[in-house]
């Protein structure tokens, strides 16, 4: 182990038991196990013991919100064997062409490459069918689950591609406010954040929409181009400034909080919690982790070196157990 890996450990690992309650987020319900977003896989990730479930959210062709982390349906459905016909001209299958009743149809898989390689090979290796499930079926599960057993596991849905959207003439963030005020869950007090990509779409959200619900501000690299947003802008003090006029908190990137070869961190976190923003940090895969580093070290840096307040992780009972564990307030 790196010498200053082993020092940052030795200094957290004698530190006092952290008061706050980090959070544990399913991402994508529980994919380390079952087909990611499926009900069976939010149910499992329930089970597990999650405080929020997450749901990537894209629109339909008669606007219905459905939980599917991209705007193109054939990683992780069979809509190539069902509707050949219906790609676009890049050759992608998308799920705004499509109504509802028409995606109900197809069968949920494993997510695959390019190539139809299942990208995690060891996870579910079965032939069960899933479907697709919508946003008020996710929130029906998850409130009727909390209802029976006495819980209040949270949601945590993600708005994806607004920008794409609107050029499609859709406003999904309409559509997401429209939802979440029919079940009441508008609201600051209300386990339940609202995360997005696009930072103008975060500030729209605050100001123009006049959304009361928790806000994440989620932080990506430039080059992955996944919204307009300059994040080299954003993740500066002035950045994250602005960021904490309209959210409660950012959501970056594991390796924007520490270099991954040499485990030094960075200043992320620290500035983020001076600008009054909670930090909730994606993903943690227990079956992705650098050569350098395991689940237990990786847990250790994250909770007790850097303090994150929550994490987005694909196997929640891993992160569940070792802050148990840890006696980590939980
Ligand atoms: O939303 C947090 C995390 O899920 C962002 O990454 O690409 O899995 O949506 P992605
Ligand atoms: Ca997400």
């Known amino acids: 182990m790196k010498p200053y890996l082993l020092g940052l450990l030795m200094i957290t690992f004698t530190s006092q038991v952290i008061a706050s309650k ?60 069902v509707f050949p016909s219906r790609k676009r001209e890049d050759g992608r299958y998308y799920a705004l062409d499509f109504t509802l009743t028409e995606l109900k149809t197809l069968n949920v898989h494993e997510r695959q490459d390019a190539k139809g390689n299942q990208v995690f090979p060891n996870r579910y290796q079965g032939k069960g069918t899933f479907q697709i499930a919508t946003f008020e079926e996710q929130i029906e599960l998850i409130q009727q689950l909390n209802r029976q057993l006495n819980k209040n596991t949270g949601f945590y849905p993600e708005i994806k591609s607004p920008a794409w959207h609107k050029e499609q003439g859709v406003d999904i963030s309409q559509l997401v406010m429209s939802v979440l005020r029919k079940h009441q869950l508008d609201d600051p007090n209300k386990a339940i954040y609202v995360q997005c990509f696009d930072f103008a779409e975060t500030q729209r959200l605050r100001n123009d929409l006049n959304a009361k619900v928790k806000l994440i501000q989620l932080i990506a690299e430039n080059d992955w181009l996944e919204s307009p947003t300059d994040y080299d802008v954003l993740k500066t003090q002035a950045g994250l400034k602005a960021i904490a006029k309209v959210a409660q908190g950012v959501g970056p990137w594991i390796p924007q909080l520490v270099d991954l070869k040499t485990m030094q961190p960075t200043a992320f976190v620290e500035q983020a919690h001076i600008a009054g923003l909670k930090v909730h940090p994606y993903t943690f895969r227990k079956d992705a982790l650098p050569e350098n580093i395991n689940t237990q070290q990786t847990l250790q840096l994250l909770f007790k070196g850097l303090k994150v307040d929550g994490l987005f992780t694909d196997f929640t009972d891993t992160v569940v157990n070792y802050l148990a564990e840890e006696r980590i307030a939980h």
């Open 22 to 81: 980090p959070l544990v987020i399913a991402h994508r319900g529980a994919p380390g196990y079952l087909p990611e977003h499926t009900l069976e896989s939010v149910t499992l990730a329930y089970a597990l013991g999650a405080d929020f479930i997450e749901q990537d959210l894209v629109v339909t062709k008669d606007l219905k919100l459905i939980v599917l982390h991209d705007i193109h349906l054939e990683t992780v459905t069979n809509v190539e064997q």
